[in-house]
């Protein structure tokens, strides 16, 4: 009898298929892990692009001298945008799940030099510029 077990067509077909799905199950489950092990990581590192690029933004509106209320408007908006984002759940959501010590410290200086240095000096910025636009030069007057 287990010649017969050795030399069925039906049973080695059998087999083959019963491993390729076992195979196609182990994928899905590994997948399935990755996934969930991943969870938010690549919303936070698209957060962290996105704020690069605000600060970029920032800079760039504040390199242009046109002095004019639109661009104090457009520079507030943008700044206000750098802090709700490095703020939200996106980032915060994901350091909560990582334990990594340097993520952790990155963020909080970041976070750090936003608070305590970057963002009071583009309040100061606005206020100066919203001043010179709220009262006229007296040497334009000619």
């Known amino acids: 009898m287990p010649k017969l077990f050795e030399k069925s067509l039906l049973l080695r077909v059998g087999l083959a ?9 182990i994928g899905m489950v590994s997948s ?6 991943s969870e938010g990581q690549a ?3 698209n957060q962290a692009g996105t704020l690069r690029m605000q600060s970029y933004r920032i800079a760039s509106e504040m390199a242009n001298h046109e002095v004019r209320q639109n661009g104090l408007e457009v520079t507030h908006d943008l ?5 709700t984002r490095l703020y939200s759940p996106r ?3 994901v350091l909560a799940k990582t ?10 200086q ?3 030099q936003w608070r305590t240095e970057i ?9 100066l510029f919203s001043e010179d636009i709220a009262s006229p030069d007296s040497d334009a007057k000619v």
Do not use: C, W
Not at 79 to 83: E, K, R
Not at 99 to 108: F, K, L, N
């Open 17 to 25: 298929m019963a491993s390729i799905i076992a195979l196609g199950f």
């Open 32 to 37: 399935v892990f990755i996934a969930e092990t």
């Open 43 to 45: 919303a936070a590192i």
């Open 79 to 83: 700044v206000n945008g750098f802090s």
């Open 91 to 93: 980032l915060t959501g």
């Open 99 to 108: 334990s990594d010590q340097r993520v952790h410290s990155a963020y909080y």
């Open 110 to 112: 970041v976070k750090l």
């Open 119 to 127: 963002n009071p000096l583009l309040d100061k910025y606005l206020s």
